[in-house]
C-alpha cells in the first residue's frame, strides 16, 4: 500500500507564512498528479492546489498569488508554500496523491491524515 504524512501545520498570526510538506511512502510504481485540499469546520472539502508529476499546478482562486505548491518526484514529496496567510485559511490540510501501486500497477488515490493550519487575526 501507499501512505502519506503530512508535517507542517500550526498556528500562526494573519499575515504570516507556513510551509506544509506531504510524503508518499510504501510500494510505490509511480504518483501522477498530487494535491492540497482543506476542510474548514462546517465546509465542504475543498481543492487548495494540484500538481503534476510534469509540474503543471493548479490554484483554487482563494489562494492565487499566495500559496505555492511544489513537489519533489525523487523524493516523492509534496509541499505547500502559505504566504499572506489569512483567518479564512483555517483548516485541516490534507494532502491526496493519485499512486500507481508496484508489483500490481494498480491506480489508488491515497489520502493523508490531515494537519490544522490555525490563522489567527
Known amino acids: 500500500q501507499v501512505q502519506l504524512v503530512e508535517s507542517g501545520g500550526g498556528l500562526v498570526q494573519a499575515g504570516g507564512s507556513l510551509r506544509l510538506s506531504c510524503a508518499a511512502s510504501g510500494s510505490i510504481f509511480s504518483i501522477n498528479g498530487m494535491g492540497w485540499y482543506r476542510q474548514a469546520p462546517g465546509k465542504q472539502r475543498e481543492l487548495v492546489a494540484a500538481i503534476t508529476s510534469g509540474g503543471s499546478t493548479n490554484y483554487a482562486d482563494s489562494v492565487k498569488g499566495r500559496f505555492t505548491i511544489s513537489r519533489d518526484n525523487a523524493k516523492n514529496t509534496v509541499y505547500l508554500q502559505m504566504n499572506s496567510l489569512k483567518p479564512e485559511d483555517t483548516a485541516v490540510y490534507y494532502c491526496?496523491?493519485?499512486?500507481?501501486?508496484?508489483?500490481?500497477?494498480?491506480?489508488?488515490?491515497?489520502w493523508g491524515q490531515g494537519t490544522l493550519v490555525t490563522v489567527s487575526s
Open positions: 491526496n496523491a493519485a499512486a500507481i501501486v508496484g508489483a500490481t500497477y494498480r491506480y489508488l488515490e491515497v
